[in-house]
């Protein structure tokens, strides 16, 4: 149902435009707090904004910590399905965070893929067929002061790889 719905979206609107409006209404990330404010046309830049308000606020009186991690959560992974394309698999595999300060303010991450990640990902998927990526973000206040760093771990895949792999998982159990 979500693959016939965004082919029928694309035919009136960009995909970033698509990728911004559809997290921004998704209730799973609303409930981050979080709102997509700027996506590139080509997706390989995402930027989010986090506000202080009565629902992330912790008992301090900062932005929750959860709330934080919550926000950055599926950003790389859906950002890098939407670059690869349907002959990949991507998941999150891992993360870690580090909260440097507490939020007390807005605060504002940024998701970047360059062009030379994206060969190297689809390059060594060629080679290996499965592979981790780490990529690392913070979540910044208005002065540039970093509040929460982020290490994310993404496992990527052939998709045909992948099915394989489910399927031989399945007849050794």
């Known amino acids: 149902m979500y693959k016939v719905a965004t082919e029928?979206?694309?035919?009136?609107?960009?995909?970033?435009?698509i990728y911004k409006y559809g997290f921004?209404?998704?209730p799973m990330y609303r409930r981050t707090t979080a709102k997509l404010i700027e996506v590139s046309d080509?997706?390989?830049?995402?930027?989010?904004?986090?506000k202080l308000n009565?629902?992330?606020?912790?008992?301090?009186?900062s932005l929750f910590g959860g709330s934080m991690l919550a926000a950055t959560d599926p950003i790389y992974m859906i950002q890098l399905i939407q670059i690869l394309g349907d002959d990949y698999v991507v998941w999150d595999?891992?993360?870690e965070a580090r909260y440097k300060?507490?939020?007390k303010t807005t605060i504002y991450g940024v998701f970047t893929f360059n062009e030379e990640e994206i060969v190297n990902i689809k390059e060594n998927i060629s080679t290996h067929l499965e592979t981790d990526i780490t990529k690392?973000?913070?979540?910044?206040?208005?002065e540039q002061n970093i509040i929460a760093t982020f290490k994310k771990t993404l496992y990527i895949a052939n998709k045909q790889f992948y099915k394989e792999k489910l399927a031989q998982r399945k007849t050794n159990k």
């Open 136 to 142: 690392t973000m913070h979540l910044v206040d208005e």
């Open 42 to 50: 080509d997706l390989h830049y995402v930027k989010i904004r986090l």
């Open 54 to 61: 009565w629902k992330n606020r912790n008992y301090a009186g």
């Open 93 to 95: 595999k891992a993360v």
């Open 101 to 103: 300060r507490p939020g």
């Open 24 to 26: 921004n209404w998704s």
């Open 8 to 17: 029928f979206l694309k035919r009136f609107f960009k995909t970033s435009t």
